[in-house]
Each structure stands twice: as structure tokens, then as C-alpha cells.
């Protein structure tokens, strides 16, 4: 596979893989990746399989050009780069592909630039162009030079240089491909259904005189990804990376910055309002996980405390009179949750977290707080309250943003 990549890397930052629209090649990018010179993110570009400067796979292979086997592709390729995760910005049909491979593969996208995309390979203005290209004999320059640059808004100003570039590379692409290819767009369907499951942090970018997919698409595909953004852009095409290279530029480095952030060493934390301690229904969020107060069904058990993501699936439950306790607070460190509480018998102080089981509750007690928050365990202050029971948490906050509480008692 042919591919770019940026001169300085820092490996510590989230790596960006660009993926090209139909018929495309690296050149698409230029515009977008000459604005990264001056920034150490690792960026990377490809030319995917029957385009640009990479192979064509065999005919023989009737599924050749299938959707799968393009998110196949930019997985090698975070193999072949040593990549454990990277934000895949993919522009039209190399939209689709980024949602399949954050579907297919989640653990190895960190989050999703979708540009000038849709979620319904077989949208009707889709169609429409299928039947155009089906047709179409010969596919050529003559071709490539009237259809692409419809993908441009005419109130961009792009250079024709540039515009002349990738119609060479778009006409070099033969005919073949360029029919198979859009016939495998259509071949995608309706990804709605699925898009729930896309947890990473998402942005999609499209622009008002976009010919292709419509705003529509774009709703839908902000209302089914939790947490997505949705950034309308006026004077701007299907191409964005043409018509507006800065903004887009801008929007992937802040998009790789807050996941930067997100996975940084040390920790995040929220305590109920004193009020809510105890109450049946409390609940607290961090970072996308929430901690919440049941009450335990069998009497003389206490409270339950149970832990879930931002899909609202449980992680960890306490079960039983010996782990129940009293929420107090959540702390996510490093990515793993922990609810802030006491022991339901004994009163203690203790962090509770999920374990291997599906469903299954950890009791850490303080024994591993240094290997957590790598700093040794504060002294407690305790005082007897009236009522014998904790009445207030104050947080100690130290050098490693960590936590612990300080119990009145």
C-alpha cells in the first residue's frame, strides 16, 4: 500500500490516518497535509487498494473491492506501522469505511473525522450516480474532469493546478474499478441501525453545497453516535479538504488533542451533594462512566453500588451485605472507573471497581492506592459524628491529581 506519512512524529500523540473519497489518491489531502508540517502529530495517508499508486488486487476476486476489505486494509497498515489506534478521517466513500472499521474494530480507532459522508451507501442521490457510471463508456479524463470538481463549491477558490492533479489521478484509475467500486458503496446499505455501537469520540463535517449525502444524513448520523459532533460548514462541497483545508485541519487537531487529554495519566473525580448520600437513585458522572445508589432487595444488606459506561451497560454491581456500602463519589483514573464509598458493615473507606466477571464488583480497599494514584497513602482524619455514620467527605487533592476522601465520622 502507498502511503505518506509527516516528517516529525512525536509517538506519544494519537496518529491520523486520511483516507481518500472515490476514485482518489493522496493527492486529496495535499492541502490538508501541508498544514500539518508544523505540528508533530504522526499523519499518515494512504492510496487504498485499486487507486493511486497502490496495487489492484486480482480480478479473480469477486468481493475485491468490498467495504470490508478496504477496513481490512487500513488495519494492516496500523500493523505494518506498529499503530495500536489511530482517528481515521475519512472523506466520502472512505466515510462508510471508518464507520465499518470502528464497528469491526474498535480497539484500533481512536476516534472518527467523517467528511463529506453519510451513513446509507445506497442513499438515493448515490443511486443516481451508480446508474450514471454504469453507463458510462469510456470512463476517462473527459469524465474524471466533469465529475469531480462538481464535488467542489463553486464559491471555493481551489486551486485549478491542484483540481488538475486529481483529475490525472482519478482518470488513471481504470474503468473497472471505477465501476466496481461504486457498486460496493451501494452494496454497504443503511449503516444506522449500527451506528450506536460507535463509541469513540466523533466529529462529522460537511458542507452545505454538498451534492452527495445530505443534511439529513448527517442529523442522522449525529443523532445515532453518542456524543458526536456535527459541524456544518457554509461555502464548502463534498470535497472539504479542498475548499476548506484550514478548518478541517483545525478540526482533526483539536479532535486528537482532546483525546489526548482524555487518555492522559491521572485522574478525574465528582462526589454527590451531601444531600444525595444515602438516597436511593443517586448517581454520578465521570468521563462517561456513572456510579449510582440502589437499594439492596433482601433486608439488612445496605445499599447497592453499581458501576456502567456511556452506553448505560452495567459493569459492576455489588451483591451482598459483605461488599454492599454508601456512594460517595466516582474517580476515573487512566480509563478504569472507581466508586468512592464505605463499607456497608464496617464503615471503612474503600474504592470500588469492576473485575473480570461480567458484571463483577472489586473491593479495593486502600491497599493498591499508591500503585493507582503513584503517591503514598495520605493520613486519615477521623472525627465521631453524632449520628455514628459519615456526614461529610472533603477531597485531598494531591500533587497526581488523585484522590481520597477525609472522613468525619
Not at 512525536?10 to 493522496?26: M, N, Q, R, W
Not at 505540528?39 to 476476486?61: E, F, K, M, N
Not at 453518542?226 to 456544518?232: K, V, W
Not at 472525627?383 to 488523585?402: K, N, P
Amino acid at each position: 500500500m502507498h502511503y505518506v506519512v509527516s516528517s516529525v512524529c512525536d509517538h506519544s500523540k494519537t496518529p491520523i490516518l486520511f483516507l481518500h473519497h472515490y476514485v482518489g489518491s493522496i493527492a486529496t489531502w495535499e492541502r490538508v497535509l501541508t498544514r500539518f508540517e508544523a505540528d508533530d502529530t504522526c499523519v499518515y495517508a494512504v492510496d487504498q487498494r485499486g487507486h493511486g499508486l497502490s496495487s489492484i488486487p486480482d480480478s479473480s476476486d469477486t468481493a475485491r473491492f468490498a467495504f470490508e476489505r478496504f477496513a481490512e486494509d487500513a488495519i494492516a497498515f496500523l500493523d505494518a506501522m506498529e499503530i495500536e489506534a489511530a482517528v481515521f478521517a475519512g472523506n466520502s466513500m472512505s466515510g462508510l469505511i471508518s464507520q465499518i472499521a470502528a464497528l469491526t474494530y474498535p480497539e484500533r480507532v481512536s476516534g472518527l473525522v467523517l467528511i463529506g459522508t453519510g451513513k446509507n451507501g445506497a442513499f438515493t442521490n448515490l443511486l443516481g450516480f451508480n446508474d450514471l457510471i454504469q453507463a458510462q463508456e469510456p470512463i476517462d479524463h473527459t469524465f474524471a474532469a466533469l465529475l469531480l470538481p462538481t464535488s467542489s463549491s463553486p464559491d471555493a477558490d481551489v486551486p485549478q493546478e491542484f483540481i488538475e492533479e486529481n483529475i490525472d489521478r482519478a482518470a488513471a484509475v481504470p474503468a473497472d474499478i471505477w465501476k466496481e467500486v461504486f457498486q460496493e458503496i451501494i452494496n454497504v446499505g443503511d449503516l444506522e441501525p449500527q451506528l450506536p455501537n460507535i463509541t469513540v469520540p466523533t466529529v462529522i463535517v460537511w458542507g452545505q453545497d454538498d451534492g452527495v449525502w445530505d443534511v439529513q444524513e448527517q442529523l442522522a448520523m449525529n443523532t445515532h453516535i453518542a456524543g458526536s459532533t456535527l459541524l456544518i460548514r457554509d461555502r464548502v462541497g463534498h470535497f472539504v479538504q479542498w475548499d476548506d483545508p484550514a478548518f478541517l485541519t483545525r478540526v482533526v487537531q483539536e479532535l486528537v488533542a482532546d483525546i489526548d487529554a482524555a487518555r492522559a495519566p491521572g485522574c478525574e473525580f465528582t462526589y454527590l451533594a451531601a444531600d444525595q448520600v444515602g438516597q436511593q437513585g443517586a448517581s454520578v458522572t465521570v468521563t462517561g462512566f456513572t456510579a449510582s445508589q440502589t437499594s439492596e432487595s433482601r433486608p439488612g444488606q445496605g445499599q447497592r453500588i453499581s458501576i456502567f459506561n456511556s452506553n448505560n451497560q452495567l459493569l459492576a454491581r455489588t451483591n451482598g451485605a459483605g461488599d454492599n456500602g454508601t456512594l460517595y463519589g466516582l474517580a476515573v483514573v487512566d480509563g478504569v472507573p472507581y466508586a468512592i464509598g464505605t463499607r456497608f458493615r464496617t464503615g471503612a473507606v474503600t474504592l470500588f471497581t469492576p473485575d473480570d466477571r461480567p458484571g463483577g464488583i472489586k473491593d479495593m480497599g486502600l491497599r493498591q492506592y499508591q500503585e493507582i494514584c503513584g503517591e503514598p497513602v495520605p493520613d486519615l482524619h477521623a472525627a465521631v459524628g453524632v449520628d455514628g455514620i459519615i456526614t461529610q467527605m472533603d477531597l485531598h487533592q494531591r500533587s497526581h491529581a488523585c484522590f481520597l476522601p477525609t472522613v468525619v465520622r
